[in-house]
């Protein structure tokens, strides 16, 4: 819900972004997150075509999907035509 939000003000100012989301260990040296969440992250969006969206990989996507509790919750992740998950900016 966070990412969607973020992602519609973003875009609402003109600023188009992409990334990626993923599930795990982080820590943090000086101000930079780093660990493997991070890593596999970025393995994962920079593999992917140039779109503008936050994409999920299996496991952001699974957390996801087990931690919707209704119905409505559905509409906060989309398939994209490429077959791949991200948060949804347009809810």
């Known amino acids: 819900m966070e990412l969607a939000k973020l992602?519609?003000?973003?875009?609402a100012m003109g600023?188009?972004?992409r990334g990626g989301a993923s599930l795990g260990p982080i820590s943090?040296?000086?101000t930079t997150p780093w660990g493997?969440?991070?890593?596999a992250a970025y393995k994962f969006e920079s593999t992917l075509e140039?779109?503008?969206r936050i994409a999920l990989d299996k496991m952001a996507l699974k957390f996801i999907q087990e931690?919707?509790?209704?119905?409505?919750d559905n509409k906060l992740i989309v398939r994209d035509d490429?077959?791949?998950w991200s948060s949804n900016a347009i809810v």
């Open 50 to 52: 140039v779109n503008s």
């Open 15 to 17: 600023i188009w972004i």
């Open 28 to 30: 943090k040296r000086e």
């Open 82 to 84: 490429d077959g791949v």
């Open 67 to 72: 931690s919707m509790t209704k119905k409505e």
């Open 36 to 39: 493997p969440a991070v890593v």
């Open 7 to 11: 992602t519609i003000d973003l875009m």
